[in-house]
């Protein structure tokens, strides 16, 4: 991996680049005119319309239909921890019932009020 040799730009700044962008400017006239490559200046604005749900155009690596926004991203793993922990209990709960199934030598009528 190649070491950094500036450190990270700051959130700021990098909204004036994507802003400036979306104006009309090149990211590569930016890049001149300032520090960061024209490559990082595209990599920031699409982050940005990502985040913003933006769709951009598609690319090779991924459709525009299939890209998420932030918050999306945040909602499926949080969703996707819930589902987990919803499965790892309801096989608890499927163990232990089969357990007092053996031990009363009754089957569990499915209720919990009895």
């Known amino acids: 991996m190649v070491a ?3 450190p990270p730009y700051a959130p700021e700044f990098r909204r004036q680049m994507v802003e400036l962008v979306r104006a009309g ?7 001149r005119e300032f520090e960061p490559s024209a490559q990082a200046i595209r990599n920031w604005v699409a982050a940005a319309d990502r985040a913003e749900g933006r769709r951009g155009p598609k690319s090779a690596s991924a459709p525009a239909a299939d890209v998420l926004t932030t918050a999306e991203r945040e909602e499926l793993a949080r969703l996707r921890r819930e589902n987990r922990q919803l499965r790892v209990e309801r096989d608890i709960l499927s163990r ?3 357990w007092f199934a053996r031990e009363t030598g009754t089957i569990p009528s ?3 009020g009895s």
Do not use: D, Q, Y
């Open 4 to 6: 950094r040799t500036h």
């Open 96 to 98: 232990a019932a089969a």
């Open 25 to 31: 400017r090149e990211p590569e006239s930016l890049a």
């Open 110 to 112: 499915g209720s919990s």
